[in-house]
């Protein structure tokens, strides 16, 4: 466990700005920074971090919190994983209590499978250096397609020995369990329950994680047999899902970031070719159709993506159907393809850095334009394969949500394909209109279950759900005063050196939270109280249970503020709760106990109706009767405390 004296210089070293800015592009308005979301699809930005609060808000799914909490929902990482991140990124030396990490069947599952790979990367790249068959066979191999000994370090490249158990042996030997070596697929189990190396006599890549962290691996096989199979990656685990993942990521990602925009290519060689040569943001899918996260990994930082093609056309035309995602997620597409026989990789290492960037820049196109050229010249005069094609290129412009650039689009295919405008727009809306129509009906059919036709409706639950909704509204109501102003003096009624926050937790010590994570939060709040401190937004920001900062964050942020020149520009004055802080302190306390009594006397009317006895219901209208009392002393209190 990390000791809280190393937990708060973290914490204060922290800049919320900077660690969010390296995962999401973030732009300032006014006095906070806006961005798209990282954790849902979106095109209008509803993210939102405050680096006065110290706090992100991501208004879309409901997220929020700390540096820390952002980390934890983004990467999956623990609170100490999310923690040690954030040290190493800031240079601060982690202190913990007395552990002993060759317990490994102790850590969790997933740090258990990120521990195995990251030992397997240390193993793989020593072998490649230290041993006499790595340098050999796989340093060689890698020295001969033209990686430097900076490039091989940097990517931690590696050499798993031609042996059966050259890994699986020794990652035993060091305390690894095998149920971790065959879980991350570094491992393969024998019929007789014996482990061997899946990657024996290949070169390797691993493949980081968005923080850096390696997940998995892709082994080339240098062996002529055409039985065996060129590469083999890892399976997918609980680390490592393929389609999440783009191999360079964490290596690219300032660049992408920094230039406006991403190259994308197919291999491993590809990008590790390409970054050499000083072009640094360039990504891999490393083999697999790209994907709508892939595309949502790179939307994060620029909306224009490059797509550098191999020179095989057949390999080309296989791809396009999937480039339409690209399209349907708002993003920039251009398109770059190769003389045959060369790939990115190949290209850069024959002609250099300057002509490689000077024949992108020269022959770069717009994805639409480049697909209606190359699908034209299969068609040739063939009217059938023409129709055919002209339907696909309005397809692929009906995807862009942009109605103004694909009108531009509809232009250019106009002219290109030699057909009327007219003709493509009335296509393209006559498959914008199915879109519509299709969505609007998958609403429909989710918005209703089999068993609650549309028609009717139920009402019977109605009352029940607002009444929760209402406490659990004032109970939050409370926990948002506490937070903006419990460390503020009272200055009302000469009431003198009593702070807000430890007052409001005395006027409720008669009053029962519903509401659990608000229970739990009062409870913090009067257990630090009662021990001489007075806690701020800061440490529920920090605090290690979720739905705490969850909570917290939810209070604090807003998605709207004014801006600083409001008043001159309208001439409206916006009051302001701050004016009369009695009034919002007594008002939002009295208005949560007056729904508790209200709870109360409606719980004394049940039991009135279900007395048995004259007694008992004598009993239970005295009650009731104080209670009423208790009511119309809060109602008058309210009303005289907003008045004034």
């Not at 209008?44 to 929020?64: E, H, L, R």
């Not at 397609?145 to 590696?158: D, N, P, V």
């Not at 299969?378 to 103004?404: L, Q, T």
């Amino acid at each position: 466990m990390i000791i809280k004296s190393t937990i708060d210089r973290i914490m204060e070293a922290t800049d919320i700005v900077e660690v969010i800015g390296e995962f999401v592009q973030l732009k300032k308005r006014g006095a906070n920074y806006v961005g798209l979301s990282p954790f849902a699809n979106e095109r209008t930005p509803s993210f939102t971090v405050s680096p006065a609060k110290g706090i992100f808000k991501d208004f879309s799914t409901g997220k929020g919190g700390s540096a820390v909490t952002f980390l934890m929902e983004l990467e999956k990482f623990s609170y100490p994983e999310a923690l040690k991140w954030l040290a190493k990124k800031y240079g601060i030396e982690v202190e913990e209590t007395i552990d002993h990490p060759e317990n490994k069947e102790e850590d969790l599952r997933r740090e258990s499978l990120m521990i195995v790979t990251a030992f397997a990367a240390k193993f793989f790249h020593e072998s490649l250096l230290d041993s006499e068959e790595g340098r050999n066979i796989g340093l060689s191999y890698f020295k001969e397609r033209g990686f430097s000994t900076e490039t091989i370090k940097k990517f931690e490249l590696g050499y798993s020995p031609d042996q059966w158990e050259a890994f699986t042996g020794t990652a035993i030997n060091q305390g690894y369990q095998q149920q971790f070596l065959e879980e991350s697929g570094l491992s393969v189990k024998r019929d007789n329950g014996t482990l061997y190396d899946r990657y024996r006599g290949r070169v390797m890549f691993p493949i980081h994680s968005f923080t850096g962290r390696v997940i998995a691996f892709g082994g080339r096989t240098l062996k002529k047999d055409k039985n065996v199979p060129k590469y083999v990656n890892s399976p997918e685990s609980e680390i490592y899902h393929k389609s999440n993942v783009l191999y360079g990521l964490y290596f690219a990602k300032k660049a992408i970031r920094d230039e406006d925009n991403c190259y994308l290519v197919e291999g491993y060689a590809d990008v590790l070719s390409v970054h050499q040569a000083g072009i640094e943001n360039v990504v891999a899918s490393s083999g697999t159709s790209l994907t709508s996260e892939q595309i949502r990994l790179i939307g994060r930082f620029t909306q224009n993506i490059t797509i550098l093609y191999d020179g095989d056309a057949a390999g080309i035309k296989a791809s396009l159907r999937g480039l339409d995602m690209i399209l349907e997620a708002g993003l920039n597409v251009k398109v770059v393809s190769f003389p045959d026989g060369h790939d990115p990789d190949s290209y850069v290492r024959l002609v250099g850095t300057n002509a490689f960037k000077k024949h992108i820049e020269e022959n770069k196109k717009d994805f639409i334009l480049y697909k209606a050229n190359l699908l034209l010249k299969d068609a040739g005069n063939d009217p059938i394969k023409k129709a055919e094609i002209i339907r696909e290129i309005v397809e692929s412009i009906a995807k862009i949500p942009d109605s103004i650039k694909a009108s531009v689009f509809i232009k250019e295919c106009s002219y290109l394909l030699q057909i009327d405008e007219r003709s493509l727009l009335s296509e393209l809306n006559k498959m914008r209109q199915a879109k519509a129509k299709k969505d609007g009906q998958q609403q429909q059919n989710t918005r209703y279950s089999p068993q609650q036709p549309p028609d009717e409706p139920n009402f019977f639950d109605e009352p029940e759900i607002q009444e929760a909704k209402d406490e659990s509204s004032q109970e939050k109501e409370i926990i948002r005063l506490l937070l903006l102003y419990g460390n503020r003096m009272i200055d009302w009624d000469g009431i003198a050196n009593t702070y807000i926050g430890p007052f409001m937790i005395a006027e409720l010590g008669d009053v029962t939270f519903e509401h659990p994570v608000c229970k739990m939060f009062t409870d913090l709040y009067r257990q630090e109280v009662e021990n001489g401190v007075l806690p701020d937004d800061t440490y529920f920001i920090h605090h290690q249970d979720k739905g705490i900062v969850d909570l917290t964050v939810t209070m604090l942020a807003t998605k709207y503020t004014l801006s600083e020149n409001w008043y001159e520009m309208h001439r409206i004055m916006i009051h302001d709760e701050q004016d009369n802080m009695k009034a919002a302190i007594l008002g939002a306390i009295f208005h949560l106990k007056k729904h508790k009594v209200g709870k109360m006397l409606e719980n004394l009317r049940n039991e009135l109706q279900k007395a048995e006895t004259e007694a008992d219901q004598e009993i239970l209208l005295n009650q009731y009767m104080r209670m009423k009392k208790v009511e119309k002393m809060i109602s008058d209190f309210l009303g005289s405390v907003i008045i004034k």
